[in-house]
């Protein structure tokens, strides 16, 4: 396929190296020219344009990634696929749930693909817990503990993601839809949301930290917690099984190795069998989820990570919001 990118910052830079060999990218747009320019010349892309309809126009093009700000994600996902053409929107999708409906009765009058950009999915110590997971010795999960979290920077609060009108709120739909992303991924859906965000440091009009109780109706539960007062950035997630507990920690970069740990529970209990894995060898989340992307889009279907995923993980954010 031929591939367009808008939005160049990070996240559109990070997803235009993900191009796999047999796929070109095409055109890529910006709303800074520069910025688009620049992608254009270092990937040797034909075509840029600071006029995201004029990229979405191209009959060329069959796949449109967004990677804009939170609030112009929503708007162009749904121009593209009315466009005919298959997105990649990177998380939560959108600002708020209601917006992603139009583009679930598009996508399916269409027969579009719209995945969106849960890499953590794809990460190397998530994948091997999943494959635990679904094997005879863990059991099933009881209840799932995750924190994540990043340290600040000088201006932090006057960046983008502290106004609510682009973003649409402050840490919990930053980093919280990942993990709720993750605890729906390992234990599918939940039937209550509890919890609360509330800014404790930054100067800012939305939350810098957001406490997500996630429950089933038989009792099963998530605790999270996503921080941006962590001061070093930092991620967590532990998920306990009737028979072993699988404890992943890091991301790589500044957050640390990735590694996973399964500790399984032995038949006379106390101390059990530990294996640690270790991921030293870079992020391939975004490379990995555009092969999947290519392949749901092959195969006419998306089994996870499209935009119910999101409306559900946008839906707690906002039951958070609201309390």
Not at 23 to 35: A, P, T
Not at 116 to 128: D, E, I, T
Not at 190 to 206: N, R
Request: hydrophobic share 40%; with cysteine; glycine share 12%.
């Amino acid at each position: 396929m031929n591939i367009g990118i808008i939005g160049c910052g990070l996240i559109g830079n990070k997803r235009a190296n993900a191009v796999t060999e047999g796929h070109k990218l095409y055109g890529v747009c910006d709303i800074e020219i520069g910025k688009a320019k620049k992608l254009a010349a270092e990937k040797d892309v034909p075509f840029y344009t600071d006029d995201h309809m004029e990229l979405i126009g191209r009959e060329e093009i069959g796949l449109i990634i967004v990677s804009t700000l939170n609030y112009q994600l929503a708007p162009i996902t749904l121009a593209a696929v009315r466009q005919g053409k298959h997105v990649i929107v990177e998380k939560p999708g959108a600002i708020c749930s209601s917006e992603l409906l139009p583009i679930m009765d598009e996508a399916e009058k269409n027969h579009r693909i719209v995945k969106v950009g849960f890499n953590h999915r794809y990460h190397p110590a998530m994948q091997k817990a999943k494959e635990i997971m679904a094997g005879d010795d863990a059991g099933d999960v009881m209840f799932i503990r995750g924190r994540y979290g990043h340290g600040g920077r000088i201006g932090y609060d006057r960046e983008w993601r502290a106004d609510a009108s682009k973003s649409g709120g402050g840490e919990t739909i930053d980093q919280g839809v990942h993990l709720i992303d993750l605890a729906r991924w390992y234990m599918g859906d939940f039937d209550e949301v509890m919890g609360f965000s509330d800014t404790y440091f930054w100067d800012m009009p939305v939350d810098d930290n957001g406490f997500i109780a996630l429950r089933k109706k038989d009792g099963r539960a998530a605790w999270l917690q996503v921080s941006c007062t962590e001061w070093k950035n930092m991620f967590s997630l532990e998920i306990y099984c009737r028979n072993a507990k699988l404890a992943i920690e890091g991301l790589g970069g500044s957050y640390g190795v990735e590694k996973l740990y399964h500790y399984q529970m032995l038949p006379e209990m106390g101390p059990p069998d530990t294996v640690i894995y270790e991921y030293p060898r870079g992020d391939r989340s975004w490379e990995l989820e555009f092969r999947d992307t290519v392949k749901a889009i092959e195969a006419g279907e998306l089994k996870e990570g499209g935009l119910r995923d999101a409306y559900e993980a946008l839906r707690a954010v906002e039951e958070i919001y609201k309390a």
